[in-house]
């Protein structure tokens, strides 16, 4: 071959390799944390994600998802994960649940749980276009109990700080009497004493039902540690076996309360920080389920909690302002989207309420967030469609009702749900008889196709220019 066709052709080879190295870089991974406290719906939105995206994605099912809208995405399949030490999402169980007939939510989470998956898609505008016909994205989402998100905010706090917020928050009204076993015990608890190994245990089981008690019967979201309501593979280990108590005046060493605090400190060192480190770091996106309705129906203080569990666990992931998390976690992430979950169980008129209620218990975080250059978003949503919007005429008036199954009930009924407020009410402005929002069993699926309200326009914020 003559020298000018060996250049020729090493010239055309070049060309291939930076074609494909090109292309390569162009292929984007995507890591959306799905974060919310205990309940909020965050299993339930993975699973409904996947179905929609693997098995639904046509332009009628998902209007707003520019990708799908404009016929551009190819198709969407799950693909081994990345990271091998995390168990996988159990996508087909939970999706199992939701189609089965009757239909059923799929369980609680219980550990830290990974799922991948690959979008192929063609490119609507810009270099890619000229690239190559498609490309991928590949979307990795995480799984983990709600509860473990509660303990973040304790890296920020000393023993002696967190123990007074904690008893503060046990000692209020709505949760007196779920506390009083341990409030009574504490009371005569010895901190100076020297330490008495099975005395910590025995007390630490006491405050353990008591946070227990309270995930019962409200929706506290700030109930730490965490792990004591979903110890994980800490089942047992002492490192859990701590409790918050008023510091003493002289907190000497081999005390009992100077090895608690030690205890306080291991586990925020030893469970808390490598939790984040391992699973929270390199965040792109987050979307923050919020279960309001339930915060609602438990009354003035779990809503104002939930308020300050949001602003606190907001403040860590704020992007580098906090010494913490620049030190810890480098986030990266530069879209949050706030979404008011189950707006289902709400008449179809009343779900911007839902939104704007969100919106303005976020206020001052969404502010924070806004300012160091994070774009926002807030909306209602239901990742999975557990009612049908009715109209219902009594005594010639017409009433927007809501149509499902009551959770544990066995019959479908027409329900007029409370109107939300658009704003936190004042404690003296609170409904007197409260308010009762209903949980529905999923709708039943039609031709194994499952409902939503408003997923797309969660994916269009959050993945949208990503599949560009
Ligand atoms: N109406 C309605 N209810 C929902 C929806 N998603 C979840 N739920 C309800 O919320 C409950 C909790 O949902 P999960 O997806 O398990 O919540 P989670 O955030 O994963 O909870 P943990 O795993 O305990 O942290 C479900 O059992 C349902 O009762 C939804 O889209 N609409
Ligand atoms: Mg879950």
Redesign the pocket.
Known sequence: MSVSGLTARALQKLQQTTHKTLTRSLDRHVKLAVT??????????I??LVKHLTTQATAQNLPFLEVVREQRLVACKQVPQSALDIPSFEYHNAVSHLLADPPS?????QRINTLTLALKFRSGKGVRQHLSETHTVYLELI?????WLMDLPMLNQSFAQWSEQQLRRLAQPDYAQASAPFLQLLAQFDAHATVNESELAAMASVYADVLKQLKAQTRLAQLQPGRMLIPGELDGAPILQFFPLTAPGNTAEQTQYHHLEQRFEAYKKQVITPFYREHFCRFDRQLV?V?LLSALNDGYTTLTETQSALSDTLAMFRHGKSGILSRLFRPSIDKVLFAA??C??VALADQDKLTRLLHSLLLPSENELKFSGVEIDTMA???????QPKQVTEQGETLSCVYGKP?GESNYISYLPPIPPEHLPGVQHWPKQGYEFL??E?FPAYQGQIE?IRLDHVLQFLLGDKLQ
Request: no cysteine; net charge negative; proline share 10%.
């Open positions: 919310g406290f205990s309940g909020s719906g965050k299993t339930a939105f699973t409904a939510w799929p369980p609680s989470t799984d983990y109990p709600g509860e389920l279960d979950n189950k289902d169980s949503i239901s990742s999975v469609k557990s009612t959770v949980s529905f999923p939503h």
